[in-house]
């Protein structure tokens, strides 16, 4: 079946540090990747999508290089801000629907 | 282009009573989906439909849960005899369908469901 694993959190940085998500999957077929983002008191939004190997998603300077050798898809930024603090989601599609995985809190302190 | 829009937000029921919730997708989106998310985990997918046919549906779905979509448009999500396990937060997505998949899916803001 398919699957996605995240690492647990919560993910607690400093504002300016370096961020990564590690995320990898297990899928049948071949897979679009996501990134989806959910803000405090707010729906899911998405945050960025690679459709096939060795595609790069980038949105407000987070990135993700879908990797189908390691069949992953971390999700980095360089400097975050106390506005990032939310809780991601990484996602796989196929066969019509989403698999998630189950989420990453990130908390960015000044 | 309003978003997706879900009512009611909140549903504080009693167990075996039914519940219907309204997922309305954003206008001229073809393809509608529900998915369920209980606290601390992510969203787990239900159903999905393409204007009004129902065309995936998750073994997770029982017999007590129904969703239709009769014109293409809005849809419903009724589940009977709840339980108190039934007790999440149920969240509708709809997408354009236009540039085939995976196009991107536009969510709701939920409702959320608790069983007494």
């Known amino acids: 079946g398919n699957s996605v694993t995240q690492m647990e959190g919560p993910v607690t940085l400093s504002e300016e540090a370096f961020l990564t998500i590690n995320c990898t999957y297990t899928?049948?077929?071949?897979?679009?990747l996501f990134w989806y983002v959910q803000y405090p008191g707010e729906g899911l939004q998405l945050l960025l999508k690679a459709t096939k190997a060795d595609d790069k998603g980038s949105n407000k300077g987070f990135e993700a290089t879908y990797r189908k050798e390691t069949t992953s898809f971390h999700l980095e930024k360089g400097s975050v801000q106390v506005s990032d603090s939310a809780v991601y989601f990484c996602a796989l599609f196929v066969s019509n629907m989403l698999t998630f995985g189950g989420g990453t809190r990130l908390m960015v302190k000044p | 282009d309003t978003g997706v829009s879900q009512d009611p937000r909140h549903k504080i029921t009693k167990r075996g009573q039914n519940v219907t919730f309204r997922c309305d997708p954003i206008?001229?989106?073809?393809?509608l989906y529900w998915y369920r998310q209980t606290l601390g985990q992510g969203p787990e997918f239900l159903t999905y439909?393409?204007?009004?046919?129902?065309?995936?549906k998750s073994r997770l779905l029982s017999d007590r849960f129904s969703a239709e979509r009769p014109k293409g448009s809005f849809s419903t999500l009724e589940i009977q005899r709840t339980e108190q396990g039934d007790s999440a937060m149920y969240l509708c997505?709809?997408?354009?369908?236009?540039?085939?998949?995976?196009?991107?899916?536009?969510f709701g803001p939920g409702t959320r469901l608790t069983v007494l």
């Open positions: 439909f393409q204007n009004e046919a129902q065309l995936e």
């Open positions: 997505a709809s997408s354009s369908g236009l540039a085939g998949p995976p196009d991107t899916q536009y």
């Open positions: 206008s001229e989106h073809n393809r």
């Open positions: 899928a049948t077929g071949y897979p679009s």
